[in-house]
């Protein structure tokens, strides 16, 4: 399984040549990471960080930029669970735009306690939900 949304590329995501700049998709990339909590996962994220005083920062970034992206473009991200340690999500991403992938990236995020800045374990509920997005090694590129 995988969780995908769709997203407008905007002008304030480009830069004077026309196109995406790079640190945005590192934003927009956020973005899917908050929208797949909201939506995929169904844990809203705002009381996540405020009640639940988790997060979940981005403790490394592998990014394959494959072709550019302009303004007016519209991206499918993909997201996929490549694996779930303790306390650690690897996740898979992938942008494309009328079936050309823009970006691949690998992201490795931490669930983390916001008032101890430590790791946490993943609690069981949300393991198995996260579970729901594994990414299969017959689905694995």
């Known amino acids: ?18 196109i995406v700049f790079y640190p945005q998709y590192f934003v927009l ?39 550019p992206s302009k303004v007016g473009d519209r991206l499918a991200f993909t997201l996929a669970v490549e694996s779930l340690g303790r306390s650690s999500i690897r996740l898979a991403v992938e942008a494309s735009c009328a079936g050309e992938v823009r970006v691949r990236a690998k992201l490795a ?3 983390a306690s916001l008032d101890t800045r430590r790791a946490v374990p993943i609690p069981d509920a949300m393991r198995e939900k996260m579970a729901l997005d594994l990414r299969t090694s017959a689905g694995a590129d």
């Open 29 to 67: 990339m956020n973005e899917l990471v908050e929208d797949w909590f909201d939506r995929g996962l169904r844990i809203d994220f705002g009381a996540f960080h405020a009640v639940d005083r988790l997060g979940v920062p981005m403790g490394r970034v592998e990014c394959d930029f494959l072709a």
């Open 109 to 111: 995020l931490v669930l």
């Open 1 to 18: 399984m995988a969780y995908t949304v769709e997203k407008a590329i905007r002008f304030h995501h480009c830069d004077p040549a026309g």
